[in-house]
């Protein structure tokens, strides 16, 4: 059995994190997970306090393990959520799209462990300053915002930059990206487009269906020239606002636009020509349809098996 110093810090199983995925990651996906004895997080996304709330009650009848919540820092609501799950007590805070430190006092008053999603070793370093238990360090092999840095780059620098733990994420979908991210220096994982598929995640069949049926080359990154690149899997919609961005006669504001409420068309409403279908690079290897518990369970008997083999390579 894998256990790994984020283990203890949080009190899970097994050193997998489920990613915070907006209009994805739910009361019942996250509950799932912690029950496998992973970490199950719970997206706010741009949603209200009053969501968030119904979704933490939720999940506190769906498991008495740890859970979490990411907040996206840029989300009008960000304030109220803050101050929502310090009352809520959740075990964990991820933190993405923006700096975190000034919440950081109320998080950690509260008994929070704060675990800021990172794209550099300076935020990184920022994040350690401000008092965060631990960072995920996000290549841009992974589905939605994404930076510019690969995984396998990234997540050495970070374990070097900092001395609190370091998750790896971007471009992890089985086994083995579990014990590569262990090589690199991680303590643990995180997960998302992996868990598009489990049977407790309500998105919209199509979704699922598109991730199963995607290759390797199947996605893309759009939104640079707006400062914010976001990877989902090609699509018309996707090559659309690529071709926009790309012209000189969109304006920011009109791309901004096209962009606005995609995403909950395709997990909701699984929209094939106007849904923007966030997923990362490992679309390509998953397959299957399984249960929250399979998959981690899986993953896991997966990276202890590569993981023995180790020593075979070292004389």
């Known amino acids: 059995m894998i256990k790994t110093p984020i283990c203890e810090l949080i009190g ?13 990651s739910d009361a019942e996906l996250a509950a799932a997970v912690s029950n496998v004895g992973g970490l199950g997080i719970i997206a706010a996304g741009n949603a209200p306090a009053e969501y968030v709330a119904e979704q933490i009650k939720k999940a506190k009848t769906l498991t008495s393990k740890p859970f979490g919540v990411n ?24 933190t993405g799209a923006g700096n975190p430190s000034r919440h950081m006092k109320l998080w950690t008053s509260a008994g929070i462990k704060v675990i800021p999603v990172v794209a550099s070793t300076g935020f990184a ?4 300053r401000s008092g965060a238990a631990a960072v995920i360090a996000e290549g841009c092999e992974s589905g939605g915002h994404v930076g510019e840095t690969t995984t396998m780059a990234l997540v050495p620098q970070v ?13 992890i979908g089985d086994g083995r990206g579990v014990a590569a991210a262990f090589m690199l ?7 998302g487009t992996r868990f598009l598929v489990a049977k407790e995640c309500g998105i919209h069949q199509n979704y699922k269906d598109k991730i199963i049926a995607a290759k390797d080359i199947d996605t893309v990154t759009t ?12 699509t018309p919609f996707s090559r659309e606002f690529s071709k926009k961005e790309y ?11 096209l962009g606005t409420g995609a995403l909950k068309l395709a997990a909701a409403c699984g929209d094939l020509k106007n849904g923007c279908f966030l997923a990362g690079q490992i679309s390509g290897m998953v397959k299957t349809e399984q249960s929250a ?13 590569i993981l023995g083999r180790a020593s075979t390579w070292v004389k």
Do not use: Y
């Open 12 to 24: 899970i199983r097994h050193p997998v994190f489920q990613g915070g995925m907006a209009w994805v």
């Open 71 to 94: 907040i996206m820092l840029m989300s009008p609501h960000a304030g109220a959520v803050a101050e929502l799950v310090a009352k809520e007590s959740v075990a964990v805070v991820t």
């Open 125 to 128: 370093k920022l994040a350690e």
């Open 159 to 171: 374990c070097d930059a900092v001395n609190i733990p370091v998750i790896a994420a971007g471009g």
């Open 185 to 191: 220096g991680a303590v643990g994982v995180q997960v």
């Open 223 to 234: 939104g640079k020239r707006l400062g914010h690149p976001v990877r989902s899997l090609k």
């Open 247 to 257: 012209d000189g006669s969109t304006t920011g504001e009109e791309l901004e636009a």
């Open 293 to 305: 518990k399979d998959i981690v369970e899986e993953m896991m008997r997966e990276a202890e098996a």
